[in-house]
């Protein structure tokens, strides 16, 4: 499978624990994001990378949140003390870096489940 | 962001056309996006359509798009079973990332 790939698919902390999310992309996409989606909402926007640089952080992204992006391939969002208020999809999407129409395409993984209790 | 509109729901006889709509904000936006969720799915790349364009079509799919407007519809024809999902809109509000709509949720009955 050459999709985007996310691990874990689910995620049972307790509030206060720290989580750690990976998100493979797709091989030689140059750009990743990642996404928040609450239950009967679409999914908001948290940070995208092109490479290893980390380019935009929405304002969602509070100083609990941490994401890396460190050769360039693989990501991971880390969320420190978590609260349940915390909890949702976590989704990655990825797309090519180019002139043409592709690389606005954003191809998405099958997503995080978190769970605060 | 909430900022781009659907309707939440849609309830479509199998073998009619579906029509889901959507209003968006920002003009800026250079592309606006389909994307199909099923239950527990990741999100599914449906189809887009640049800004310049006014329509497109993509065999049972047919994207309209009124700038004027910020209007975008997508038209699935001939609905069928494996229809039945979340259809978000997005738009483009800067750089590369998406803003997308709260979806409509299509039923399609026998």
């Known amino acids: 499978d050459t999709g985007v790939s996310q691990d874990p698919r689910h995620k049972i902390t307790k509030r206060g624990q720290n989580v750690t999310f990976r998100c493979d992309p797709i091989?030689?996409?140059?750009?990743l994001y990642w996404y928040r989606q609450t239950l009967g909402q679409g999914p908001e926007f948290l940070t995208y990378f092109q490479n290893e640089a980390q380019l935009e952080k929405s304002r969602l992204l509070s100083d609990r949140f941490s994401a890396e992006r460190p050769k360039g391939s693989f990501s991971t969002l880390e969320i420190q003390r978590t609260e349940q208020g915390d909890s949702a999809m976590y989704l990655c999407?990825?797309?090519?870096?180019?002139?043409?129409?592709?690389?606005?395409?954003?191809?998405f993984g099958p997503g995080t489940r978190l769970t605060v209790t | 962001g909430e900022d781009v509109e659907q309707s939440l729901f849609l309830s479509v006889r199998e073998g009619d056309s579906s029509v889901i709509n959507c209003t968006y904000t920002d003009s800026s936006s250079t592309y606006l996006y389909w994307y199909k969720q099923e239950p527990g799915a990741g999100l599914q790349l449906l189809t887009y359509?640049?800004?310049?364009?006014d329509m497109k079509q993509d065999q049972r799919l047919t994207v309209l798009l009124n700038k004027k407007d910020k209007h975008l519809s997508l038209r699935i024809a001939d609905t069928q079973t494996g229809d039945s999902a979340i259809y978000f809109c997005?738009?483009?509000?800067?750089?590369?990332?998406?803003?997308f709509g709260a979806g409509t949720t299509v039923t399609v009955r026998a």
């Open positions: 359509i640049f800004s310049n364009m």
């Open positions: 997005a738009e483009t509000p800067g750089d590369y990332k998406l803003s």
């Open positions: 091989s030689e996409h140059n750009r």
């Open positions: 999407a990825s797309s090519p870096l180019g002139e043409w129409d592709s690389s606005y395409e954003q191809y």
